[in-house]
């Protein structure tokens, strides 16, 4: 069992020496360029879903069914660069009550067809509401179902717990999984920037390093407990 709560630590690019300033800048500029540049693509896929609904002349319920998540899921992605692309222009996202019950239900909606394609199933406890921002919460909890689903063990379905725990410094939240889990050496280097631990895994290698970088700008901590063959879980405390 490998445990580590890891400390603020440099996540610049490979290579390069950077001012706290410059990392800060570096992040902002890194989220405006993904933000402008799938504004575009995110539009057509909303028009290009609400075309192919209107056109399907089907009475099959669950087709209907998919074609409503795909505008859906379209909506909320709209919603989500949105949001990034004024998180990048102003440097910080404003802060307010979240309900992290309601976030990580968005969230299992738009992975419903992944949970429902792996056989898996997804347990949520009641969740609190905390002061925070949404965006940023919205990116922690999705990466880390995400991974839960990207590295689940072969053949056997991916089991998801979230719960929460009130201690006297804020809320701590765990995302429990089943899947292939970390040995020390991964758990070390987790939160690095471009990392990945499997050449069939997709992505660059910055989900858990957005979330690293999220969740020590709220002033919280996040811990991982993983046994390899055994599943993960991340803490993710959240202060008062």
Not at 11 to 29: E, F, M, T
Not at 52 to 65: F, G, H, I
Request: aromatic share 6%; glycine share 10%.
């Amino acid at each position: 069992m490998q445990i580590i709560e890891p400390t603020t630590q440099d996540h610049a690019l490979p290579g390069v020496a950077l001012s706290p300033r410059q990392k800060d800048d570096q992040w902002k500029h890194f989220a405006f360029i993904i933000a402008h540049d799938l504004k575009e693509p995110i539009r057509n896929v909303s028009s290009c879903s609400r075309l192919l609904a209107s056109k399907l002349e089907v009475t099959d319920p669950e087709v209907q069914q998919i074609a409503g998540w795909l505008m859906d899921s379209a909506d909320k992605l709209q919603d989500l660069i949105d949001a990034l692309f004024d998180l990048a222009r102003h440097g910080s996202e404003v802060m307010e009550q979240v309900d992290l019950g309601a976030t990580v239900g968005d969230i299992e909606r738009d992975f419903r067809c992944l949970i429902q394609r792996s056989g898996g199933t997804l347990e949520v406890a009641e969740l609190p509401t905390v002061y925070a921002g949404p965006l940023g919460m919205r990116i922690v909890f999705g990466n880390l179902i995400e991974n839960a689903l990207k590295y689940a063990q072969p053949g056997i379905p991916p089991r998801m717990n979230i719960s929460a725990e009130k201690r006297e410094e804020g809320w701590c939240m765990k995302v429990q999984d089943n899947g292939q889990g970390m040995s020390p050496k991964e758990v070390k280097h987790a939160f690095d920037p471009f990392r990945r631990f499997s050449d069939q895994a997709d992505g660059l290698g910055m989900g858990l390093a957005h979330v690293f970088k999220i969740v020590d700008g709220h002033g919280g901590t996040i811990q991982i407990d993983s046994t390899p063959g055994s599943g993960t879980t991340f803490s993710v405390l959240i202060p008062n």
